[in-house]
């Protein structure tokens, strides 16, 4: 007799890199008519986008109905088809048709975070570091080369909505304030006069 199985649950499991994946199967065995769950070997296989079998990634269950997979195994922004069949120990040639789960990863987004909080009061003499590189994307944590930064700066006063040290003569903007394309900007002492006020505002993407 050729074993059933099915994957419990949801047959769609949407969710994100950093969330571990489990699913649980269940396959039984009709013997004289009642079905029987012992003497059965369960196989999984993942599927990337359905298509591309992806042998590197085993599940880390040491139960075999079960399909565990660590935080950050997979790939954000895409999805996966896990399969599974079950064969009779005694007689492996007979297996079941595949059940199969469909795992959706989303994107999580951006963390963004400028140390030292969201408002700075400094002296003209004093120098200014802003300071973004705990910025990450929640879905690569650990990887920041694939991350690009932007930063703008706008004056609030004494001339609100203009770029910081543009003037309206300036159709160069040599004037304006010179501002790099990495998660740390540093200015010296002097940059900033005493009675300005200015707006910074930062962006990261992938």
């Not at 890199?17 to 009642?34: D, E, K, P, T, Y």
């Not at 296989?45 to 950050?72: C, E, M």
């Not at 930064?149 to 706008?154: A, G, K, T």
């Amino acid at each position: 007799t050729v074993p059933t199985i099915s994957i419990t649950g949801s047959q769609t499991v949407d969710t994100y890199r950093s969330n571990a994946i489990s699913l649980f199967a269940s396959a039984s065995v009709l013997v004289c008519g009642v079905p029987m769950d012992s003497g059965i070997v369960y196989k999984w296989l993942i599927y990337h986008k359905g298509a591309q079998l992806v042998s590197s990634i085993v599940s880390t269950s040491l139960d075999p109905r079960q399909f565990r997979l660590s935080a950050y195994t997979l790939e954000a922004n895409t999805f996966y088809v896990a399969q599974v069949t079950a064969a009779l120990f005694d007689a492996p040639t007979i297996v079941s048709a595949p059940a199969t789960a469909t795992i959706v990863l989303g994107l999580s987004g951006m963390e963004v975070s400028i140390s030292g909080g969201s408002a700075r009061t400094i002296v003209s003499t004093s120098s200014l570091t802003l300071d973004a590189s705990a910025s990450r994307d929640l879905d690569y944590p650990e990887d920041k080369s694939i991350l690009s930064y932007s930063w703008s700066c706008i004056e609030v006063k004494p001339t609100y909505g203009q770029g910081c040290y543009a003037t309206d003569d300036d159709v160069t903007n040599s004037n304006e304030l010179s501002l790099g394309n990495s998660a740390l900007l540093n200015f010296a002492a002097g940059t900033f006069s005493r009675s300005e006020e200015v707006t910074f505002e930062f962006q990261v993407a992938v």
